[in-house]
């Protein structure tokens, strides 16, 4: 393959996953950054217990806080496709992109580098892809306890996966899986800051209503723009043509309906 065409694959590529990044970035999760990277770096913490009477010493695991199931199911489907191997905006194939895009300025490589180890981090298939064999050991990792409830119970029907959630509390599995989904959300953002980066200083040339276009609907409700509506008995053939005149059969709507009688309020003046 030439360079210009690798170049093109490339932009073909950072363009498809900068549509999906907003699309994460736009989810009500990630709208508090701070917040965000909380939960990500979420790690088990434990007050220490001392009987003053017996001097006896315990512990207790400090209540971790849990998101809305919901909202954690629908940040989940929004930043999947970076995690799908087969997907064309995994993040192997965008960091690839975006090393073929900076391969003449190198001091975008380390970004990319760390880029790299964040969406390694949050990857629940990494580094051994995904789990083959049910659940043998009675230890797990985090990240099988979070693959249990994303892909096991959300995302996917994988009985592989739903076996690593036995004797696991529901409460447990959504608090690990929004730490993974988190961590995604956050190597997902962070990417596209640097794709706008890369746009800003020149280094990649994208079409500018690729981060313009609205990815969501905000809107509380919508109407159609209408020129005219026609009906016609049931069964009539529909047009093959709309661009010429419609035949007989067809009546404008408006017609259907026979004269009202309107009443008009009368003053007393």
């Known amino acids: ?13 950072i363009s498809r996953f900068v549509l ?3 699309l994460v970035q736009e989810h009500s999760l990630a709208q508090d950054k701070v917040a965000l990277e909380k939960y990500a770096a979420w790690t088990m913490t434990f007050n220490l217990i001392v009987n003053t009477k017996t ?6 695991m400090k209540p971790a806080p849990l998101l809305p199931t919901e909202q954690v199911e629908s940040a989940a489907a929004r930043v999947r496709p970076p995690f799908l191997k087969d997907d064309g905006v995994h993040y192997d194939k965008v ?22 180890v964040k969406f390694r ?15 043998s050991e009675p230890s797990m990792s985090n990240k099988e306890v979070a693959g249990a409830w994303l892909y ?5 029907e994988d009985e592989v996966r739903r076996s690593y959630a036995s004797g696991i509390s ?26 706008e980066r890369l746009v800003v200083d020149g280094v990649l ?3 500018e209503d690729l981060f313009t276009a609205p990815v969501t609907v905000s809107a509380s409700e919508w109407a159609p723009t209408l020129l005219d509506a026609y009906v016609a008995d049931v069964g009539t053939p529909m047009p093959a043509n709309l661009n010429e005149p419609l035949d007989g059969a067809w009546r404008k709507v408006h017609d259907e309906f026979g004269p009202r009688n309107v009443s008009v309020p009368q003053s007393n003046s």
């Open 152 to 156: 096991g119970h959300l995302l996917h």
């Open 170 to 195: 529901a409460e447990e599995m959504l608090l690990n899986a929004t730490k993974t989904v988190c961590s995604e959300m956050v190597a997902v953002v962070e990417t596209l800051h640097l794709v």
């Open 95 to 116: 960091l690839n992109a975006l090393s073929e895009s900076v391969a003449e300025s190198p001091a975008y490589r380390k970004e990319i580098e760390d880029l790299t």
């Open 55 to 60: 001097g006896e010493r315990s512990v207790e």
């Open 20 to 22: 999906r990044a907003r």
């Open 205 to 207: 040339d994208l079409p």
């Open 121 to 135: 981090i949050a990857d629940p298939d990494y580094p051994n892809g995904r789990l083959k064999a049910a659940r």
């Open 1 to 13: 393959m030439s360079k210009e065409a690798r170049t093109a694959a490339a932009l073909r590529t």
